[in-house]
Structures are given as C-alpha cells and as structure tokens.
C-alpha cells in the first residue's frame, strides 16, 4: 500500500505545493489537507508547510493552532504520527504546544532569505533517519519570526536529551538561542525547524542541492518498516 | 444591552530581548528625546463585552488571554475593566 503523507494548507500558507512535490519525489503519495477539514483523509503523517497562516496577526502560527485540522493532528502526534513543521509549520508547532518553546521576531527586525547551513544534530527521529550523525546540509531559509527562545531549564532538558535536532552553521541568521535551528519531541516523531528542506528537492531549484530530500525519504522508510 | 470595555495587556517577559522596542529606543535621541533608558513594546486588545462584567466573565477572559492573546511562554498579561 502506498504511504500517504498529507500537507495542511492554511490562508495564508505558501508552500504547500513545493512540500506536495517534496512528499512526490521522496516516492510517498502526497494529499493536500484543507484546515478547516478535521479530517486527515488516512494520511501516515503530516507535514506543515511555511508560510504566513492567518496572516500571522496575532503571532506566527497562533491562530492556526486552533483550526479544526490541528485539533486532529495534535491528538494524532500525540499518539505517535509523524508531524514536520516547517518555518511556519514551526511556529504552529510551539503554539499548539507539541514542541517547547517559542519562535519570535528575528533579533535584527529584517525578513532573511539565504542559504543556510545546518548541522543534524539528531539523526534518530521520524524525519531524520536518512541524515548521517554531525552530517552538514545546505538548505534555503526564509524568514521574518525566526528567533527560537525557552527558559534556560527548558534549553538544558533539549541539550541533555538530544532534542536539539539541528543548529546553524557559520552563522546564527535570527539570533536563536544556542543556534537552535529546529527541535523534536521526545518521542521522535514531531520535528519543527524554521529552514525549508522543501525547497531543496531539485537540482535544479534552491541551492542546486537536494539536501532537503532525506527529510521525506526519511520518514517513508520509517513508515514502510512500522 | 450595555457592554463594558475589558483591557488585556500583553508584554514581552522581562528576560526575553524585544529588538522592536530597542530598535525604538535607539531612534529616540535622533528624534531629540532624550533620557529614555529603555522602551520595551507589547500589545493592548480591547474588548467590548456585552452584558454584566462580573467575577464569571472576568474568569472566561482570564481564560482567553492565557490560552490565546498571549503565549505563556514569552509573555505576561494583565486584564482590567476599564470604567
């Protein structure tokens, strides 16, 4: 049977077709999840796309924490289905209280549009096992709220567990506490980072690197030997 | 029906940089304002409540403000009933 992996699309998401096309390439079927739908169309795992949901009014990713679609999927990650935030999908994530911590406006106040190296920090998770350990990858960042943040005991629980699943390389682009670039859950199977794999898929869009692709090779392999 | 105005402030933690209300703050003595040590910038939401504003109401806007309005994690809120 096919592995179905379903994309939620906010107002306001922007990249949902680039994580469809991610979701296609990795050898998954992609299914477009609407958030306003409870229902997530017996999906094996969700990926929640970047973007501005909501416009962001009130906080990044806050208003979307409470549309029908999270209500589903919070329950469903709770119960062990693998969840990846991207950027946006990050900051619904933390609002939604499925990772610690929060994500607020870069340090510098400008939008961000780069390249960015990171570093795997944590090769074991749902999204990640198809990354070698330390291994560093280039993948584009685009972002305007991008600034992770959590009280020091929180910072030390990540640490000490290995949660801190990746972190910027050569340069901190948003003032992140301890160059945090993306977080897991403690079991595994929720992962939120502000970078965009998805956008790097193709040789020939992004970087001109697919680095971004193990993410979803990732967690096809992890769902096909479940 | 009357309806009274209930206020909730929301602001940035103390230990949490805010780069908006310094990046003000460092605009200020260009503009001639001088002797502001610090600005630190947060948020107001009013709300037109209808009906009584008694201990109930008050508690359901408690309530909204924790779970929404403002992220626990890096902010702090005050709700008051303005006259």
């Given at each position: 049977m096919t592995t179905r992996i379903g994309v939620v699309t906010f107002p306001g998401t922007l990249d949902d077709r680039d994580s469809l096309r991610a979701v296609r390439l990795a050898g998954a079927e992609p299914v477009s999840l609407w958030h306003?739908?409870?229902?997530?169309?017996?999906?094996?795992a969700v990926v929640l796309a970047g973007g501005f949901s909501y416009g962001?009014?009130?906080?990044?990713?806050a208003i979307s924490r409470f549309s029908p679609v999270m209500e589903t999927i919070t329950e469903q990650a709770r119960a062990g289905m693998p969840v990846l935030g991207i950027c946006n999908g990050f900051q619904v994530l933390t609002e939604a209280h499925l990772l610690p911590g929060a994500m607020l406006r870069n340090n510098h106040l400008h939008f961000i549009c780069r390249d960015q190296k990171l570093r795997v920090e944590n090769a074991q998770t749902a999204w990640t096992g198809?990354?070698?350990?330390?291994q560093e990858i280039s993948v584009p960042l685009k972002n305007m709220d991008g600034r992770y943040v959590a009280d020091e005991r929180t910072l030390d629980e990540l640490e000490a567990e290995g949660r801190v699943a990746f972190r910027y390389v050569d340069m901190n682009p948003n003032g992140s506490l301890r160059d945090i670039a993306g977080i897991t859950n403690a079991e595994g199977n929720v992962v939120g980072l502000m970078p965009h794999p998805e956008h790097a898929v193709e040789p020939l869009i992004g970087t001109g690197r697919t680095d971004g692709l193990p993410f979803f090779t990732s967690v096809l392999k992890k769902l096909v030997s479940a | 029906m009357p309806v009274a105005r209930v206020v909730v402030d929301v602001m940035l933690k103390p230990e949490i940089l805010d780069p908006q209300g310094q990046a003000v703050q460092r605009a200020l003595p260009r503009l001639g304002f001088e002797g502001i040590a610090d600005v630190r910038q947060g948020k107001r939401f009013e709300l037109e409540v209808e009906g009584e504003v008694d201990q109930a109401a008050l508690d359901r806007i408690h309530k909204m403000a924790e779970t929404f309005l403002a992220n626990t994690v890096i902010e702090d809120f005050t709700v008051k009933v303005e006259a």
């Open positions: 306003r739908d409870k229902d997530l169309h017996q999906v094996d962001d009014y009130l906080r990044a990713g198809d990354y070698e350990q330390g | -």
